[in-house]
């Protein structure tokens, strides 16, 4: 029997990449809703499933909600612009869409996705399950180890770099 494969998708972060990617497109729906970032975020999921067979599957968002960092330093986030309106309402079209894979949509109040995604990460590894962290974020790289991976968008937007130990190596020397 082979090992059981979970695939952790940083739904935020995802997003954001698709939106900036397809920021100039200009494709909205008949009601007007831009698609683009639902549209190049569907790429990224097509992408995944067919080049790769997981057991299991999970896309992770985070909430508008304070975390609970926010408690700890008042100035955390502080400096980033705000989320896109067109970023904004298009979120909940893209969780439908998950559904509509038969994934399922994770969030917690009060925890950023990155959280969630480290503890189910850090769950299955010690379940001996080999885990995929599909994020383009880097820090996620602090969490590889000998069973967990990160599957990230290359540059291209044609494909996956999987990054292993020896990959963190390479990236910060």
């Not at 917690?108 to 995929?132: K, S």
Request: with cysteine.
């Amino acid at each position: 029997m082979s090992r059981k494969k979970l695939f952790l998708l940083d739904g935020t972060a995802l997003a954001y990449r698709a939106y900036f990617a397809f920021i100039k497109s200009q494709m909205r729906n008949s009601e007007g809703l831009p698609t683009g970032t639902i549209f190049g975020f569907a790429n990224t999921i097509d992408r995944l499933l067919d080049s790769e067979d997981p057991s299991h599957i999970a896309v992770v968002w985070d909430t508008h909600e304070p975390t609970f960092r926010h408690a700890l330093d008042s100035n955390y986030k502080a400096h980033r612009p705000t989320q896109p309106e067109e970023l904004r309402e298009t979120i909940p079209e893209m969780k439908k869409l998950i559904e509509l894979y038969g994934i399922n949509n994770f969030e917690q109040h009060g925890y950023e996705a990155d959280d969630i995604i480290g503890t189910l990460a850090v769950q299955a590894r010690n379940e001996h399950v080999d885990v995929y962290m599909v994020t383009p974020d880097k820090d996620f790289m602090q969490l590889i180890c000998d069973n967990i991976k990160m599957y990230k968008p290359n540059n291209n937007g044609k494909g996956f770099d999987i990054i292993d130990i020896e990959g963190v190596k390479d990236y910060f020397g």
